[in-house]
């Protein structure tokens, strides 16, 4: 079973204060880098594959996969897509565009030594994600909740305005259109 260089596993457990390990996974072949979220269950559900199975023993969610080399199979029809070198990019297969299929895949190829670790540390929310996505992470997020806020006001309107006259202590009388039985109806004299 490959091993990742030692010097590469100590730097990454120093600059991430443990949260993130690197691990080899016999089923696809690769590294995977995972960051530990949780404490680790024991019954877990079944159809799980062996790395979901470990990294939920184990506490962990995956944060990416490092391959050898610069090549990655396409997930729709499993032809060899070449892969950015040190850099993430979206990319799309030729075979699956000339077969009417659409999609796009994040990849990028990066050797397991600083660039990797820059990075991680690029796209961590906890240390070193750059200013601007920071702020447009922190900007949706305001939305998102002023949004749940309005929502739950809008709500609390629809409630109280359906509600008013209960709660203003208004008798509601009206006519039901109803005749009752020995009695004229209207237009009846």
């Given amino acids: ?42 019954n877990f559900p079944a159809g799980l594959t062996d790395d979901e199975n470990i990294r939920l023993r184990d506490g962990f969610f995956h944060v990416m996969s490092v391959r050898n080399g610069d090549r990655m199979p396409c997930p729709k029809c499993n032809n060899a897509l070449k892969v950015p070198l040190r850099e993430l990019r979206e990319m799309s297969c030729s075979r699956c565009k000339a077969n009417g299929v659409e999609h796009r895949v994040a990849a990028g190829y990066f050797p397991l030594d600083d660039t990797l670790i820059q990075h991680l540390e690029s796209i961590d929310p906890l240390k070193g994600m750059s ?37 203003a202590g208004i008798q509601s009388v009206g006519h039901t259109g109803k005749v009752l039985a020995g009695s004229a109806g209207p237009g009846t004299h």
């Fill in 1 to 42: 079973m490959p091993q990742a260089p030692q010097e590469f596993v100590d730097r990454l457990h120093a600059t991430f204060e443990g949260r993130l390990r690197i691990r080899w996974s016999n089923s696809a072949n690769e590294f995977q880098i995972e960051q530990q979220v949780a404490r680790g269950i024991i």
């Fill in 131 to 167: 200013r601007a996505m920071r702020n447009k992470i922190d900007a949706h997020n305001a939305s998102y909740t002023a949004a749940q806020r309005q929502h739950v006001l809008n709500q609390a309107w629809a409630k109280g305005a359906d509600d008013f006259t209960k709660i």
